[in-house]
């Protein structure tokens, strides 16, 4: 996840010094629509994978198998349905965000080639959780590092070395991901792993059981995004490109500290279902222990960087940012650091919640911190402009910190497995 999190930032930076500032604005206006065409494919795979470990801890290896590979199906196909809609869909949703000119046409294009390409790359966000299921978890690893590197050298060649557009950017990722998963599905189809591909058997129940266990993750996703199409339509409105630039910074600023956050959490999912499903509730306690406190860790770092750096981290992005825009992005970054202070304990409460089959207390807390929050804090702070909506962030993660708080001391009040 540090190597996925530095090519978002390269992508970031690529995008803003080589094609410029609209460019860099467009690529942050289509943005939640691409992680929204992925929210499916992750639902499925974080939905599976519980049931999967689980099973495989009761020694149920056929159930397991069946799951595995009706989700792999179930992927594919919400895949090309989502993918095929964005690309019919994307002038005018776009338009709807208050696009137009050239920031229209760049959003358009690079949100149609994520479509294009959906059904070969949004599975693999799934199959890293059934290699780590599997126990490949150096090759799961060194498999995320490679697609990293891999889709980094494609966006230099596309756009520094080939000239290509913003498309260039979007079909560098592609590419990237597409090699990967066909990489990572070999040893699978080979029938080397622990997990293999039998005749599909569909029912209700296992749907509906996926569905439970990854909705947290795609409410996630999918409230986030809508909060970021809440956002960029605001920003458009009170500060022009200008401002959804700056928001774009401080979501590169996330998209770099979350996928730690998420990488060290989520990859302890499998581990924590395993051990649920054959009773080791010391075990599971002590996972969740380092889980808490590697996320601390992270997410206070973090902060510290970001207060002592705003002004470097901005240039990142921006080649001749003017005095106007500086100003603005120093009291953006300040503000925003604050978040990491409390933020990590809610996302580690989540992924816990999560991978006990505490599916509901998840997903409270996944929707209330994507949308719930930040939809009310909005209404808090209209008056202060601008700064309102950066200070929408710390906010929000204060508030989660609390609701998880509250979930974990009910949860020991009623004797579930506590982290302790």
């Known amino acids: ?52 470990s689980i099973n495989l801890g009761k020694k149920k290896d056929e159930a397991a198998n069946n799951i595995f590979t009706c989700a792999v199906i179930l992927i594919v196909g919400t895949g090309a349905a989502i993918g095929g809609a964005l690309f ?32 070969v790359t949004t599975i693999i966000f799934a199959v890293d959780n059934y290699l780590r299921i599997c126990g490949k978890i150096k090759a799961s690893m060194f498999l995320n590092i ?28 592609c590419t990237g991901m597409f090699v990967c998963t066909l990489i990572a599905f070999y040893p699978f189809f080979r029938g080397k792993m622990q997990l293999r591909f039998c005749r599909p058997r569909f029912s209700t ?34 500060g022009g490109a200008q401002a959804v630039s700056m928001y774009g910074i401080l979501m590169y600023a996330e998209g770099f500290v979350q996928p730690l956050l998420y990488g ?28 808490y406190s590697a996320s601390a860790v992270v997410s206070l770092l973090s902060a510290a960087v970001m207060l002592a750096f705003p002004d470097v981290i901005t240039r990142l992005f ?21 978040t990491y202070v409390t933020r990590w304990f809610s996302f580690a409460t989540q992924s816990y919640m999560l991978a006990i089959a505490k599916a509901k207390e998840a997903a409270i807390i996944s929707l ?21 909506i950066w200070m929408n962030f710390p906010g929000t993660a204060l508030l989660a910190g609390i609701l998880s708080l509250f979930i974990l001391r009910k949860g020991k009040k009623e004797n579930d497995v506590s982290p302790g």
């Open 146 to 173: 490679f697609m990293s590197v891999l889709t980094g050298v494609l966006e230099f060649v596309f756009l520094y070395i080939f000239r290509f557009g913003i498309w260039g950017a979007g079909l560098a990722t």
């Open 1 to 52: 996840m540090l190597a996925s999190a530095l090519y978002q930032l390269i992508d970031g930076i690529l995008v803003g010094q080589v094609l410029g500032d609209v460019a860099f604005a467009a690529l942050n206006l289509a943005m939640p629509f691409v992680i929204i065409n992925f929210s499916l494919a992750d639902l499925i795979g974080v939905g599976s994978a519980v049931p999967i």
């Open 368 to 388: 209330s911190t994507a949308l719930i929050f930040p939809v009310i804090l909005v209404g808090v702070f209209w008056p202060l402009g601008l700064n309102g």
């Open 318 to 338: 921006v080649s001749d940012p003017d005095e106007g825009f500086m100003g603005m992005a120093l009291i953006a970054m300040r503000l925003f650091a604050l």
């Open 264 to 291: 060290m959490c989520d990859s302890l999912q499998p581990a924590v279902s395993y051990n649920l499903g054959a009773g080791n509730h010391g075990r599971i306690r002590s996972i969740e222990r380092c889980c």
């Open 205 to 238: 129940d296992m749907i509906k059981r996926i569905v439970s266990c990854g909705s947290p993750n795609f409410l996630n996703n999918i409230a986030g995004r809508i909060t970021s199409i809440l956002m960029n339509f605001l920003l458009l409105r009170m």
């Open 88 to 119: 019919l869909l994307a002038p005018g949703l776009l338009r709807l965000m208050g696009a137009e000119g050239e920031l229209l046409t760049f959003s358009i294009q690079y949100l149609r080639v994520y479509a294009l390409c959906a059904p």
